[in-house]
């Protein structure tokens, strides 16, 4: 339904440019980055151009660190990024006249998958980390049956790759694990895979059949959460929640600006739930005032 909709908002987007008279580059909003974003991003685009007749914004994916290349190098508008720039990546963008601001629009439960028929319902930060790191390679080393685990990733230039490295895995991925190109394909990967685990999106997964999402506890001992739960995530439970950004150059003006503070409006964290994902809370509300003045 997804890729669906994605392919229609861009045959819409060409109608536009061929009907229109065409939308020069520079009187379109560009939005480039986060494969975790861009279904949801193309969903706030739809409903802000429905809108705003006359107003145009182009979403394309291929990954963070893709998007926050774009915006280095004056490609795009807005980075949409599922990890936080890394401190040479700021270095890298102030050193091209770029000052990058980030918006968080909305918060994510990363969630841990596996094959709907798998015994497996709940691990440990540290079990996940020894599957992923290679250490533990048979489903029995956790608790389920006598098979072998195949690994279900993202490729490098993923924000959701990094992020889970950094924080669940704390050091490097095993060499056996499969690098797809997107959500959508780590879904697909381990519904068709009795022995596959796999990590995406929170938004990837809700009302999804054929796979499992796990329970996760931080440590041994800890309580186990849920990234379906809305609870679990906005309070911290699920040890796996991450804010969904947005990076711009300076303090956003104009169509950005205009387009921002409708994702962050009560009509644009509405559409955020529908599309699986969680509204932001007062934090980050009082954040991104603070840091990018709106």
């Not at 890729?3 to 987007?13: D, F, P, W």
């Not at 536009?16 to 974003?37: E, H, P, W």
């Not at 795009?76 to 102030?94: F, G, H, V, W, Y």
């Not at 950005?256 to 699986?276: C, K, N, P, T, Y």
């Amino acid at each position: 339904m997804k890729k669906s909709r994605k392919i229609i908002a861009l045959a819409v987007m060409a109608v536009f440019l061929c009907t229109s008279g065409g939308a020069r580059a520079g009187d379109m909003v560009q939005i480039k980055g986060s494969d975790t974003l861009i279904n949801l991003v193309q969903k706030l685009s739809e409903v802000y151009m429905e809108k705003n007749p006359g107003k145009y914004i182009a979403v394309t994916g291929g990954g963070s660190g893709t998007g926050i290349a774009a915006l280095t190098n004056g490609k795009c508008d807005l980075a949409n990024a599922s990890r936080n720039m890394k401190p040479k990546e700021i270095t890298r963008a102030q050193s091209r006249g770029v000052s990058p601001k980030r918006v968080v629009i909305a918060l994510d439960g990363l969630s841990v998958i596996v094959n709907g028929t798998n015994g497996v319902d709940k691990l440990t930060m540290g079990q996940i980390g020894k599957i992923f790191r290679g250490e533990a390679t048979n489903w029995k080393d956790v608790g389920g049956a006598d098979k072998p685990i195949t690994l279900y990733g993202r490729q490098s230039n993923s924000g959701t790759f990094v992020l889970f490295r950094d924080m669940v895995l704390k050091g490097d991925y095993s060499a056996r694990m499969k690098r797809m190109n997107g959500n959508s394909q780590i879904v697909e990967a381990v519904k068709a895979d009795s022995t596959g685990i796999g990590y995406v999106g929170v938004g990837y997964v809700k009302n999804v059949t054929g796979i499992k999402v796990l329970e996760v506890a931080a440590y041994e001992g800890a309580p186990y959460a849920s990234p379906l739960r809305t609870e679990d995530v906005k309070s911290g439970k699920y040890p796996i929640a991450r804010p969904l950004n947005q990076y711009v150059d300076g303090t956003p003006e104009g169509d950005v600006r205009d387009f921002i503070e409708f994702e962050l409006s009560a009509e644009g964290q509405r559409i955020v739930e529908e599309e699986g994902f969680f509204p932001i809370p007062k934090e980050y509300e009082q954040f991104n005032e603070r840091n990018a003045g709106i």
